[in-house]
Protein backbone atom coordinates (compact mmCIF):
# COMPACT_ATOMS: atom_id res chain seq x y z
CA UNK A 1 0.00 0.00 0.00
CA UNK A 2 1.55 3.39 -1.52
CA UNK A 3 0.04 6.60 0.07
CA UNK A 4 0.36 10.01 -1.01
CA UNK A 5 2.38 12.17 0.66
CA UNK A 6 1.00 14.23 3.92
CA UNK A 7 -0.06 17.96 2.53
CA UNK A 8 2.65 20.66 3.51
CA UNK A 9 -0.04 21.70 6.71
CA UNK A 10 -1.79 18.59 7.80
CA UNK A 11 -4.90 19.08 9.27
CA UNK A 12 -4.95 17.20 12.59
CA UNK A 13 -7.28 15.95 14.58
CA UNK A 14 -6.55 14.70 18.50
CA UNK A 15 -10.11 12.56 19.19
CA UNK A 16 -10.49 12.14 23.51
CA UNK A 17 -13.69 10.03 24.53
CA UNK A 18 -14.31 11.44 28.01
CA UNK A 19 -17.25 10.29 30.39
CA UNK A 20 -16.38 11.70 34.22
CA UNK A 21 -12.42 12.56 34.05
CA UNK A 22 -12.47 15.99 35.95
CA UNK A 23 -8.84 16.46 37.07
CA UNK A 24 -7.44 13.82 34.49
CA UNK A 25 -8.66 15.90 31.13
CA UNK A 26 -7.48 19.47 32.52
CA UNK A 27 -4.02 17.84 32.39
CA UNK A 28 -4.61 16.10 29.13
CA UNK A 29 -5.86 19.58 27.59
CA UNK A 30 -2.74 21.22 29.16
CA UNK A 31 0.11 18.88 27.55
CA UNK A 32 -1.53 19.59 23.87
CA UNK A 33 -1.96 22.94 24.60
CA UNK A 34 1.53 23.07 24.94
CA UNK A 35 2.91 21.07 22.86
CA UNK A 36 4.81 22.04 19.62
CA UNK A 37 2.04 22.33 16.90
CA UNK A 38 4.07 24.27 14.80
CA UNK A 39 3.22 23.16 10.34
CA UNK A 40 0.11 22.03 11.29
CA UNK A 41 -3.10 23.06 11.77
CA UNK A 42 -4.67 21.26 15.04
CA UNK A 43 -8.35 20.61 16.30
CA UNK A 44 -8.83 18.69 19.98
CA UNK A 45 -11.65 17.08 20.04
CA UNK A 46 -13.31 15.75 23.30
CA UNK A 47 -16.61 13.63 23.04
CA UNK A 48 -17.87 13.38 26.45
CA UNK A 49 -20.69 11.22 27.31
CA UNK A 50 -22.58 13.37 30.02
CA UNK A 51 -20.31 13.91 32.92
CA UNK A 52 -21.54 15.05 35.88
CA UNK A 53 -18.42 15.16 37.62
CA UNK A 54 -16.76 18.18 36.69
CA UNK A 55 -15.43 17.23 33.60
CA UNK A 56 -17.68 19.25 31.39
CA UNK A 57 -16.68 22.75 33.06
CA UNK A 58 -13.08 22.20 32.69
CA UNK A 59 -13.30 21.25 29.07
CA UNK A 60 -15.67 24.67 29.29
CA UNK A 61 -12.61 26.54 30.51
CA UNK A 62 -9.93 25.41 28.25
CA UNK A 63 -12.64 26.01 25.62
CA UNK A 64 -13.04 29.51 26.22
CA UNK A 65 -9.33 30.58 26.62
CA UNK A 66 -8.08 28.16 23.28
CA UNK A 67 -9.91 28.03 19.65
CA UNK A 68 -7.98 24.58 19.82
CA UNK A 69 -10.57 22.42 21.92
CA UNK A 70 -13.78 21.69 21.15
CA UNK A 71 -16.76 19.69 23.22
CA UNK A 72 -18.34 16.96 20.96
CA UNK A 73 -21.50 15.63 22.37
CA UNK A 74 -21.76 11.59 22.64
CA UNK A 75 -25.31 10.45 24.08
CA UNK A 76 -24.56 6.65 23.56
CA UNK A 77 -21.35 7.15 26.14
CA UNK A 78 -19.11 4.25 25.12
CA UNK A 79 -15.44 5.10 23.53
CA UNK A 80 -15.70 3.84 19.75
CA UNK A 81 -19.20 5.83 19.76
CA UNK A 82 -16.81 8.79 20.82
CA UNK A 83 -14.10 8.39 18.30
CA UNK A 84 -16.38 7.98 15.62
CA UNK A 85 -18.54 11.31 16.54
CA UNK A 86 -14.60 12.77 17.01
CA UNK A 87 -13.73 11.86 13.64
CA UNK A 88 -16.90 13.17 11.91
CA UNK A 89 -16.94 16.75 14.06
CA UNK A 90 -13.87 18.04 11.59
CA UNK A 91 -12.24 17.30 8.25
CA UNK A 92 -8.88 16.03 8.81
CA UNK A 93 -5.79 14.11 7.35
CA UNK A 94 -4.45 13.05 10.44
CA UNK A 95 -6.69 11.94 13.31
CA UNK A 96 -4.99 10.98 16.67
CA UNK A 97 -7.03 9.09 19.59
CA UNK A 98 -5.72 10.04 22.90
CA UNK A 99 -7.30 8.78 26.45
CA UNK A 100 -8.26 11.31 29.08
CA UNK A 101 -5.82 9.50 31.61
CA UNK A 102 -2.88 10.46 28.81
CA UNK A 103 -0.81 13.60 28.97
CA UNK A 104 1.85 13.72 25.76
CA UNK A 105 5.16 15.28 25.46
CA UNK A 106 5.74 18.81 24.19
CA UNK A 107 7.66 16.75 20.87
CA UNK A 108 4.58 14.20 20.04
CA UNK A 109 2.69 15.68 17.56
CA UNK A 110 6.05 16.59 15.66
CA UNK A 111 6.95 13.02 16.21
CA UNK A 112 3.55 10.98 14.89
CA UNK A 113 3.74 13.36 11.70
CA UNK A 114 7.64 12.22 11.55
CA UNK A 115 6.81 8.72 11.63
CA UNK A 116 4.08 8.95 9.05
CA UNK A 117 6.01 10.71 6.73
CA UNK A 118 8.67 8.51 7.29
CA UNK A 119 7.09 5.42 5.14
CA UNK A 120 4.67 5.86 2.19
CA UNK A 121 3.01 2.33 3.94
CA UNK A 122 2.29 3.52 7.10
CA UNK A 123 -1.34 4.37 7.91
CA UNK A 124 -0.54 4.62 11.21
CA UNK A 125 1.87 5.41 13.53
CA UNK A 126 2.17 5.39 17.65
CA UNK A 127 4.38 5.23 20.62
CA UNK A 128 4.74 4.14 23.97
CA UNK A 129 3.06 4.46 27.16
CA UNK A 130 5.13 5.48 30.04
CA UNK A 131 2.68 4.83 33.37
CA UNK A 132 2.43 7.47 36.15
CA UNK A 133 1.27 6.94 39.60
CA UNK A 134 -0.59 8.39 42.36
CA UNK A 135 0.46 5.42 45.24
CA UNK A 136 2.08 2.29 45.45
CA UNK A 137 -1.14 -0.12 44.35
CA UNK A 138 -1.03 2.48 41.05
CA UNK A 139 2.83 1.96 40.66
CA UNK A 140 2.94 -1.57 41.04
CA UNK A 141 -0.05 -2.12 38.44
CA UNK A 142 2.04 -0.14 35.79
CA UNK A 143 5.54 -2.23 36.78
CA UNK A 144 3.38 -5.37 35.69
CA UNK A 145 1.21 -3.80 33.02
CA UNK A 146 5.23 -2.64 31.38
CA UNK A 147 6.83 -5.88 31.76
CA UNK A 148 6.86 -8.88 28.77
CA UNK A 149 5.83 -10.75 31.90
CA UNK A 150 2.45 -9.20 32.48
CA UNK A 151 1.38 -8.40 29.30
CA UNK A 152 3.38 -10.16 26.29
CA UNK A 153 4.53 -8.77 23.33
CA UNK A 154 2.32 -5.39 23.79
CA UNK A 155 5.36 -3.47 22.53
CA UNK A 156 3.61 0.04 22.90
CA UNK A 157 3.44 -0.65 26.55
CA UNK A 158 7.01 -2.77 26.84
CA UNK A 159 9.32 -0.30 24.70
CA UNK A 160 10.88 -3.21 23.12
CA UNK A 161 10.83 -2.75 19.73
CA UNK A 162 10.36 -0.05 16.73
CA UNK A 163 8.94 -0.67 13.50
CA UNK A 164 6.17 -2.36 12.03
CA UNK A 165 3.68 -3.86 15.49
CA UNK A 166 0.17 -5.40 14.87
CA UNK A 167 -1.57 -2.48 17.30
CA UNK A 168 -0.42 0.82 19.46
CA UNK A 169 -2.42 2.98 21.87
CA UNK A 170 -3.27 6.56 20.73
CA UNK A 171 -2.09 5.52 17.35
CA UNK A 172 -1.98 8.88 14.16
CA UNK A 173 -4.10 7.30 11.27
CA UNK A 174 -4.41 8.73 7.89
CA UNK A 175 -7.35 9.84 6.55
CA UNK A 176 -7.10 7.10 3.66
CA UNK A 177 -6.80 4.50 6.46
CA UNK A 178 -10.63 5.67 6.99
CA UNK A 179 -11.55 5.97 3.89
CA UNK A 180 -10.58 2.03 2.89
CA UNK A 181 -11.28 0.34 6.46
CA UNK A 182 -14.47 2.30 7.91
CA UNK A 183 -14.63 3.27 11.53
CA UNK A 184 -14.91 1.91 14.75
CA UNK A 185 -17.11 -1.17 15.58
CA UNK A 186 -19.66 0.34 18.11
CA UNK A 187 -20.81 -2.78 19.43
CA UNK A 188 -17.18 -2.97 20.96
CA UNK A 189 -17.37 -1.44 24.74
CA UNK A 190 -13.81 -2.82 24.85
CA UNK A 191 -11.00 -3.90 22.48
CA UNK A 192 -12.58 -1.29 19.61
CA UNK A 193 -8.82 -0.51 18.89
CA UNK A 194 -7.07 -3.70 18.27
CA UNK A 195 -9.69 -5.00 15.98
CA UNK A 196 -9.53 -1.69 14.02
CA UNK A 197 -5.91 -2.31 14.14
CA UNK A 198 -6.66 -5.42 12.46
CA UNK A 199 -8.96 -4.39 9.52
CA UNK A 200 -5.93 -1.78 8.85
CA UNK A 201 -2.91 -4.40 8.81
CA UNK A 202 -5.29 -6.82 6.53
CA UNK A 203 -5.82 -3.95 4.34
CA UNK A 204 -1.99 -3.61 3.83
CA UNK A 205 -1.35 -0.66 5.74
CA UNK A 206 1.63 -0.47 8.43
CA UNK A 207 1.65 0.32 11.95
CA UNK A 208 4.71 1.96 13.10
CA UNK A 209 5.92 1.74 16.40
CA UNK A 210 8.20 4.37 17.19
CA UNK A 211 9.48 4.68 21.05
CA UNK A 212 10.59 8.65 20.77
CA UNK A 213 6.45 9.02 20.60
CA UNK A 214 5.91 8.91 24.15
CA UNK A 215 2.64 9.84 26.07
CA UNK A 216 2.09 9.31 29.87
CA UNK A 217 -0.97 7.44 31.09
CA UNK A 218 -2.41 7.60 34.61
CA UNK A 219 -2.65 4.06 36.11
CA UNK A 220 -5.66 3.18 38.01
CA UNK A 221 -4.90 2.56 41.31
CA UNK A 222 -6.90 -0.48 42.42
CA UNK A 223 -6.82 -4.22 41.91
CA UNK A 224 -10.41 -4.39 41.51
CA UNK A 225 -10.02 -1.64 38.61
CA UNK A 226 -7.37 -3.91 37.42
CA UNK A 227 -9.44 -7.30 37.45
CA UNK A 228 -13.05 -5.78 35.87
CA UNK A 229 -10.47 -3.84 32.95
CA UNK A 230 -8.63 -7.12 31.81
CA UNK A 231 -11.58 -9.41 32.75
CA UNK A 232 -13.60 -7.36 29.74
CA UNK A 233 -10.49 -7.23 27.13
CA UNK A 234 -10.28 -10.84 27.47
CA UNK A 235 -14.29 -10.97 26.67
CA UNK A 236 -14.35 -8.39 23.99
CA UNK A 237 -11.28 -9.95 22.17
CA UNK A 238 -13.19 -13.28 21.54
CA UNK A 239 -16.18 -11.39 19.90
CA UNK A 240 -13.29 -9.45 17.33
CA UNK A 241 -12.30 -12.88 16.83
CA UNK A 242 -15.98 -13.82 15.80
CA UNK A 243 -16.50 -11.08 13.83
CA UNK A 244 -12.72 -11.84 11.78
CA UNK A 245 -13.20 -15.39 11.93
CA UNK A 246 -8.92 -15.88 13.19
CA UNK A 247 -7.47 -15.03 16.12
CA UNK A 248 -5.78 -11.74 15.33
CA UNK A 249 -2.90 -11.95 17.92
CA UNK A 250 -1.09 -15.59 19.71
CA UNK A 251 -0.56 -13.62 22.62
CA UNK A 252 -4.33 -13.55 23.79
CA UNK A 253 -4.51 -17.19 24.06
CA UNK A 254 -1.81 -17.58 26.99
CA UNK A 255 -3.84 -16.31 29.31
CA UNK A 256 -6.99 -18.61 28.63
CA UNK A 257 -4.99 -21.95 27.92
CA UNK A 258 -3.51 -21.15 32.00
CA UNK A 259 -6.57 -20.95 33.03
CA UNK A 260 -7.80 -23.58 31.41
CA UNK A 261 -4.72 -25.60 32.96
CA UNK A 262 -5.45 -24.55 36.36
CA UNK A 263 -9.39 -26.15 35.98
CA UNK A 264 -8.68 -29.24 33.96
CA UNK A 265 -4.94 -30.47 35.43
CA UNK A 266 -7.33 -31.23 38.86
CA UNK A 267 -9.82 -32.66 37.58
CA UNK A 268 -8.10 -34.92 35.23
CA UNK A 269 -5.40 -36.02 38.23
CA UNK A 270 -9.12 -37.65 39.28
CA UNK A 271 -8.15 -40.07 36.53
CA UNK A 272 -4.67 -39.65 35.96
CA UNK A 273 -2.54 -38.71 39.00
CA UNK A 274 0.31 -37.59 37.24
CA UNK A 275 -2.08 -34.70 35.71
CA UNK A 276 -2.47 -33.26 39.29
CA UNK A 277 1.50 -33.46 39.47
CA UNK A 278 2.05 -32.00 36.25
CA UNK A 279 -0.53 -29.45 37.07
CA UNK A 280 1.34 -28.66 40.79
CA UNK A 281 4.92 -28.75 38.41
CA UNK A 282 3.13 -26.07 36.30
CA UNK A 283 2.27 -23.40 39.57
CA UNK A 284 5.59 -23.56 40.82
CA UNK A 285 7.19 -22.82 37.58
CA UNK A 286 5.00 -20.00 37.18
CA UNK A 287 4.60 -18.87 40.53
CA UNK A 288 8.62 -18.88 40.89
CA UNK A 289 8.79 -16.60 37.11
CA UNK A 290 6.34 -14.27 38.40
CA UNK A 291 8.68 -13.46 41.47
CA UNK A 292 11.49 -13.00 40.03
CA UNK A 293 9.96 -10.55 36.97
CA UNK A 294 7.93 -8.99 39.93
CA UNK A 295 11.26 -8.59 41.47
CA UNK A 296 13.31 -7.21 38.65
CA UNK A 297 9.88 -5.05 37.05
CA UNK A 298 9.55 -3.35 40.68
CA UNK A 299 10.68 0.25 40.84
CA UNK A 300 10.91 -0.40 44.35
CA UNK A 301 11.71 -3.87 46.71
CA UNK A 302 9.25 -3.39 49.28
CA UNK A 303 6.81 -3.42 45.51
CA UNK A 304 7.33 -6.38 44.18
CA UNK A 305 4.39 -8.32 46.15
CA UNK A 306 2.22 -5.44 44.54
CA UNK A 307 3.59 -6.07 40.89
CA UNK A 308 3.04 -10.02 41.78
CA UNK A 309 -0.64 -9.84 42.28
CA UNK A 310 -0.93 -7.66 39.58
CA UNK A 311 0.84 -10.52 37.35
CA UNK A 312 -1.85 -13.21 39.14
CA UNK A 313 -4.90 -10.65 38.40
CA UNK A 314 -4.12 -9.66 34.58
CA UNK A 315 -3.86 -13.43 33.87
CA UNK A 316 -6.87 -14.78 35.58
CA UNK A 317 -9.30 -12.03 34.91
CA UNK A 318 -8.09 -11.75 31.43
CA UNK A 319 -8.26 -15.99 31.13
CA UNK A 320 -11.09 -15.84 32.52
CA UNK A 321 -12.73 -13.12 30.46
CA UNK A 322 -12.16 -15.01 27.60
CA UNK A 323 -13.13 -18.36 28.40
CA UNK A 324 -16.60 -16.51 29.51
CA UNK A 325 -16.77 -14.97 26.11
CA UNK A 326 -16.63 -18.00 24.18
CA UNK A 327 -19.35 -19.61 26.58
CA UNK A 328 -21.11 -16.13 25.44
CA UNK A 329 -20.60 -15.62 21.72
CA UNK A 330 -19.17 -18.81 20.12
CA UNK A 331 -20.93 -21.35 21.49
CA UNK A 332 -24.07 -19.70 22.39
CA UNK A 333 -23.66 -17.43 19.84
CA UNK A 334 -25.25 -14.22 21.49
CA UNK A 335 -25.06 -10.60 20.31
CA UNK A 336 -24.04 -8.07 22.69
CA UNK A 337 -26.81 -7.13 24.68
CA UNK A 338 -27.79 -4.24 25.93
CA UNK A 339 -25.89 -4.09 29.04
CA UNK A 340 -22.97 -4.06 27.20
CA UNK A 341 -22.22 -0.94 27.03
CA UNK A 342 -21.35 -0.13 30.77
CA UNK A 343 -18.16 1.17 31.48
CA UNK A 344 -16.38 -0.01 34.43
CA UNK A 345 -14.00 2.99 35.20
Known sequence: MILPPLPPVPRVSVVIPCLNEAGHIGRCLDSLERADRSGMVLSVLVCDGGSTDGTREEIAAHAMRSMLVHLVENPDRTTPHAM???????????????????????????????????????????????????????????????????????????????????????????REVFEQVGTFHEALVRNQDDEFNHRVTEAGFRILLDPAIRSHYAVRASFGKLYRQYHQYGYWKVFVNRLHRTVTTGRQLVPAAWVAGLVLGPALGLVWPWAAWTTIAGVLCYLAAAAWSAWRAAERVVDAPRVLYAFLILHLAYGLGYWKGIVHFVLLARQPGQGAGRLTR
Open 84 to 174: NRGLAARSFDVAILLGAHATVEPDWLQRNLATLRSDAGAGCAGGVIINTYTDATSRAIGAAMGHPFGVGNAHFRTGTKAGPVDTVAFGAYR
